[in-house]
Nanobody, 115 residues
Framework: QVQLVESGGGLVQTGGSLRLSCAASGITFRITTMAWYRQAPGKQRALVAS???????TYADSMKGRFTISRDNAANRMSLQMNSLKPEDTAVYYCHCNWWGQEYWGQGTQVTVSS
């Protein structure tokens, strides 16, 4: 079955950096667009960034210049490098893909940015 497993969240101070990772299984990773979403307390889940099978990224406006999405098709992994973190980046971050018309989500990893 499809499994998406996130890792790398934690507590960081304002201006700090974190790197999230998503390990995917049960899909043909190299042909699948992957994405990161986040959900802050009391808010809807929102797209952070996505990356095509060929490695072309798309970012939400507030992440441009601070976050970098990447993928390793040989390792079935996707990463999100987050720099210059702000308290408003505090959220649960989820790995996402759409495989054969079905959406899949990881369990999420908490990122907390202290002021």
């Amino acid at each position: 079955q499809v499994q998406l497993v996130e890792s790398g969240g934690g507590l960081v101070q304002t201006g700090g950096s974190l790197r999230l990772s998503c390990a995917a299984s049960g899909i043909t990773f190299r042909i699948t667009t992957m994405a990161w979403y986040r959900q802050a307390p009391g808010k809807q889940r929102a797209l952070v960034a996505s990356i095509t099978p060929g490695g072309i990224p798309t970012y939400a406006d507030s992440m441009k210049g601070r976050f970098t999405i990447s993928r390793d098709n040989a390792a079935n992994r996707m990463s999100l490098q987050m720099n210059s973190l702000k308290p408003e980046d505090t959220a649960v971050y989820y790995c996402h893909c759409n495989w054969w018309g079905q959406e899949y989500w990881g369990q999420g990893t908490q990122v907390t940015v202290s002021s």
